[in-house]
């Protein structure tokens, strides 16, 4: 008999950055990094679960601007260009460090890693939308929807047409892409105002998450604090965030993101190699930039950038297994606690966005593979 709940939800949002005007947008590049590091990434999380027999349940928003952009025919042709710079920058790297082992071991890491994320790329023709939804349809993933344009919606109150806007043309959107309507929304920011539930519920909706002060200063006082939903009088479902579970993997300060062995977000080729050698690899205009392909581990606190020693995939993989064990641990210690004094089953919500799993923690993934790997194999907590 389990004894309460986790939910994992990561929202999937960024900004529309669809340039068809200039040859060369520094901004798009933010999607091209999140398919890259976030988005396959999760899918091949996802791939394995499901080849190993783990019944994973996990809740991610995927926003019309991102749903849109995932599906452009442009951005999606832009990206395939930008993938194949990394693989020829990956593999100039193996014969660049031929003499020295520990890099040459990185970079035949990034060749390798690139490669498996063109594979699937092709294999989904692209459409990393129908990737995702093969994993609704197959109850594993439950897809919600966010507004339409992520507008913050407190600030739209006065305007209550732009706010409907927001939730309709969003429903709709959803229903086109993944033939189905939405269950529940991630309120852009998490932001709720009072009375918007009214609007929820004529869109359709079951239910939203919001923050965890939109719960626990409701009128009345809920009783469970976070840790159950509340029903509103329209009978949609409010859930709010679990501060303690939140902060313990997204602070890189308290949680784990910070751990020495992780890769340095900060240090990057695009900065560290010969300009004339990264030259092709960078911005037209000759500025530096980000190539995603970075050497360097976080090695300490308080260390300068240029102190950072090497980074080493299999030891920050076994990192990542320790802090899934931890949080497991941690999560079933706080739903016993909670059960014992609500004798009731708690839910702990754990959201976060989506691009902090790969994109700057990049070994986010391996955490959330390990987690339910881990899951599956425990008694008294429910994913």
Request: glycine share 8%; proline share 6%; net charge negative.
């Amino acid at each position: 008999m389990s004894i309460g709940y986790l939910a994992l939800v990561l929202h999937a949002h960024l900004p529309f950055v669809r340039h068809p005007e200039s040859d060369y947008v520094l901004e798009e590049e933010w999607l091209y990094e999140a398919i890259t590091e976030t988005y396959i990434p999760l899918l091949q999380v996802f791939e394995g679960l499901r080849r190993d027999g783990i019944d994973f349940k996990i809740t991610m928003s995927m926003t019309p601007p991102l749903v849109s952009m995932l599906r452009d025919p442009l951005l999606q042709e832009r990206f395939d260009a930008h993938l194949a710079k990394l693989e020829e920058l990956a593999e100039l790297e193996v014969e660049h460090n031929a003499q020295n082992g520990h890099l040459r071991y990185l970079a035949e890491y990034y060749a390798a890693e690139f490669n498996n994320v063109r594979q699937m790329w092709e294999r989904y023709d692209r459409d990393l939308v129908s990737a995702f939804k093969q994993f609704l349809d197959s109850n594993n993933l439950e897809i919600i929807t966010c507004g339409a344009t992520h507008g913050y919606l407190p600030l739209m109150k006065m305007y209550p047409q732009a706010v409907w806007a927001q939730l309709r043309v969003a429903c709709e959107h959803y229903e086109e892409n993944f033939g189905r309507p939405p269950s529940g929304i991630w309120l852009p920011e998490c932001a709720y105002y009072e009375g918007l539930e009214r609007m929820v519920a004529d869109a359709g909706l079951r239910y939203f998450l919001t923050d965890g002060h939109g719960i626990l200063y409701a009128r009345p006082r809920p009783r469970f604090g976070t840790y159950a939903p509340i029903y509103t009088e329209t009978g949609v479902a409010a859930f709010g965030r679990d501060h303690e579970s939140s902060q313990q993997v997204w602070s890189s300060e308290v949680g784990y993101p910070g751990a020495p062995e992780y890769r340095e977000f900060y240090r990057d080729l695009g900065w560290d190699a010969e300009y004339d050698y990264i030259k092709p690899y960078i911005m037209p205009n000759g500025q530096r930039k980000n190539t995603g392909i970075k050497y360097h581990k976080i090695t300490g606190k308080g260390l300068g950038l240029s102190d950072k020693t090497w980074y080493d995939p299999y030891w920050a993989r076994e990192k990542a297994a320790d802090h899934a064990a931890n949080f497991m641990y941690n999560r079933e210690q706080q739903i016993g606690h909670l059960h014992g004094i609500m004798q009731r089953k708690p839910i702990i919500v754990s959201p976060y966005d989506a691009e902090l799993f790969g994109h700057w923690w990049y070994e986010g993934p391996w955490f959330i593979d390990y987690l339910f790997r881990k899951l599956g194999t425990t008694k008294g907590l429910t994913k």
